[in-house]
């Protein structure tokens, strides 16, 4: 559903330099053979460059995405809602909501435009602005956004898909952020286990999940079960 959910999670650091200069090179090429296949080569490596970490290349890239695919297809076009997304996703893990909110905001209202809001796509699209609302501290709208995503992705996506695994953990984060502890210690074990069933006990993409039911646990005085969840954490990490 998104490009950061299937991109390359992670390259040598010894090989990093490398990588770009060929990626540089590719750019140019594609650039040459298909404008609209540049905006989608140059979002995808935003995404790789986010992952390494490499915040300040990531922001340019995203954005130039972002700005390509309204050249091509207009300040509506459907081609929009991916690059907006992923941006959108980008400023909120840099802990900016107050430019998350209206990206994610605007393409959802691109993608019910052009799909309807029964659509898979909307439905994760509004995933995003979820998770971008629970970083405003929106908590409620938050929980809304994801119990009216959960549904459409489940039937679309499968009950056991990442789409649905990550609806839930945003689910979880809303109703923590509410302070209903015991509910959202719930969603988040089942996404968990979701997310399991993708790479294993000790996949580092589990980590997201455990640090926040680590906390949820905290929050609800389960000192044990949170010292469980730091320690499966800590041996995921050890493990790079």
């Known amino acids: 559903m998104n490009a950061s959910s299937s991109v390359v999670r992670s390259v040598s650091k010894t090989q990093y330099k490398r990588f770009f200069v060929v990626l540089e090179l590719s750019t140019i090429l594609l650039a040459v053979v298909s404008i609209a296949i540049y905006g989608n080569f140059i979002g995808t490596l935003g995404i790789v460059s986010f992952h390494l970490k490499r915040n300040g290349v990531a922001e340019i890239l995203l954005r130039r995405a972002v700005w390509v695919q309204e050249r091509v297809h207009g300040s509506s076009g459907l081609a929009l809602n991916e690059p907006l997304n992923d941006l959108a996703y980008f400023y909120y893990d840099a802990e900016q909501p107050e430019r998350a ?14 799909l309807g809001r029964g659509n898979a796509r909307c439905a994760w699209t509004l995933s995003v602005l979820s998770l971008t609302n629970d970083g405003g501290g929106n908590f409620v709208q938050a929980e809304q956004m994801a119990n009216e995503a959960l549904p ?10 990442w789409p649905v695994a990550s609806t839930l953990n945003r689910l979880g984060l809303a109703l923590d952020g ?15 286990t979701i997310r399991e069933s993708f790479g294993g006990a000790k996949w580092e993409g589990l980590v997201p999940v455990l640090e926040n039911l680590a906390r949820v646990c905290t929050e609800e005085g389960k000192e044990k079960d949170a010292a469980d969840l730091r320690e499966r954490i800590e041996s995921i990490q050890q493990r790079k």
């Open 101 to 114: 909110i209206p990206l994610a905001a605007r393409s959802l209202s691109i993608c019910e435009e052009k």
């Open 152 to 161: 459409i992705l489940e039937a679309s996506e499968g009950k056991q898909s």
């Open 178 to 192: 509410e302070g209903r502890y015991p509910e959202a210690e719930v969603v988040l074990r089942r996404a968990l």
